[in-house]
């Protein structure tokens, strides 16, 4: 089983407000980061990212779904160690799924500790 890099807390700036964060706070913005990235948008780190966004507009059905799912398990297995992705979930009402918008939820570990993060399309 892969292990979580653990080293000091990442800090980054908050992406809306430029304050400075850390901890889940830095996690859940680089989650949310990564695969909302589309891969080859990134002019020095073209295979950062993931699949996700080419995939927003497909037809909502089963095969869909797992391509998302392997998406985002694929770009936090490749782009963010501090995470181990135990599994994602579609949480998602069957009347929003039936209107296109889907929820998911990624749970992990985060330096020892269960995490759990929502994720809107």
């Not at 797992?66 to 994602?88: C, F, G, M, N």
């Not at 039936?98 to 399309?121: S, T």
Request: glycine share 8%.
């Amino acid at each position: 089983m892969p292990q979580a890099i653990k080293t000091a807390q990442k800090l980054g700036n908050d992406r809306a407000t430029g304050k400075l964060i850390g901890g889940i706070d830095h996690l859940r913005q680089s989650i949310h980061d990564i695969i909302f990235t589309p891969i080859g948008s990134c002019v020095m780190r073209r295979d950062y990212g993931s699949y996700l966004p080419r995939l927003i507009d497909s037809p909502a059905n089963a095969d869909n779904l797992v391509k998302i799912y392997a998406s985002i398990a694929h770009a936090l297995a490749t782009w963010e160690p501090r995470l181990i992705l135990e599994r994602v979930i579609n949480i998602s009402t069957k009347a929003e799924s039936q209107k296109g918008r889907f929820n998911f939820e990624i749970q992990g570990d985060y330096l020892g500790d269960k995490v759990r993060f929502e994720v809107a399309l």
